[in-house]
């Protein structure tokens, strides 16, 4: 399950960004993911409230979004959404240049510089 390694390095990251900031702790986690990475929503879901557990990012939130498929017909070059072995609404045959959906990046990192790493927030 390729999920959970991906899930530690974005705890990873998150976390490197912190220290780098001076923050204390990582409240929330945007990342980019398209339909066609091959990677399972709620697995990595999953995992990264695990790796998230008994470090600055315990209780982060994650908003995951995701990038529809896009492609360019090879035939004629008409753009479409989908999967890749859908036809061709242009002339009805398969396949395509992939323009969008295999993304799969970090988009921002939010830090909380006033509270502790379990989450519990000085009045």
Same mark, same amino acid.
């Given at each position: 399950?390729? @999920?959970?390694?991906?899930? #530690? ?6 976390? #490197?960004?912190?220290? #780098? ?12 993911? &398209?339909?066609?990475? &091959? ?9 990264? $409230?695990?790796?998230?557990? #008994?470090?600055? %990012? $315990? ?5 995951? @979004?995701?990038? /529809? ?19 061709? /609404? ?9 323009? %969008? &959906? =295999?993304?799969? =990046? ?10 502790? /790493?379990?989450?519990?927030? @000085? /009045?």
């Amino acid at each position: 399950m390729h @999920e959970t390694s991906l899930a #530690e390095n974005i705890v990873k990251t998150a976390l #490197e960004v912190a220290r #780098e900031n001076g923050a204390k702790r990582v409240i929330r986690l945007h990342l980019r993911l &398209g339909e066609l990475a &091959g990677v399972e929503v709620e697995t990595l879901a999953f995992a990264f $409230q695990v790796a998230c557990n #008994e470090t600055a %990012a $315990q209780g982060c939130l994650l908003h995951i @979004e995701r990038v /529809p498929g896009r492609f360019k017909c090879w035939t004629c070059a008409n753009e479409r959404s989908g999967d890749l072995y859908d036809l061709c /609404p242009g002339c009805g045959n398969p396949g395509g240049d992939i323009l %969008a &959906g =295999r993304e799969f =990046r970090i988009i921002s990192v939010d830090v909380d510089n006033d509270a502790d /790493p379990g989450g519990n927030s @000085e /009045p």
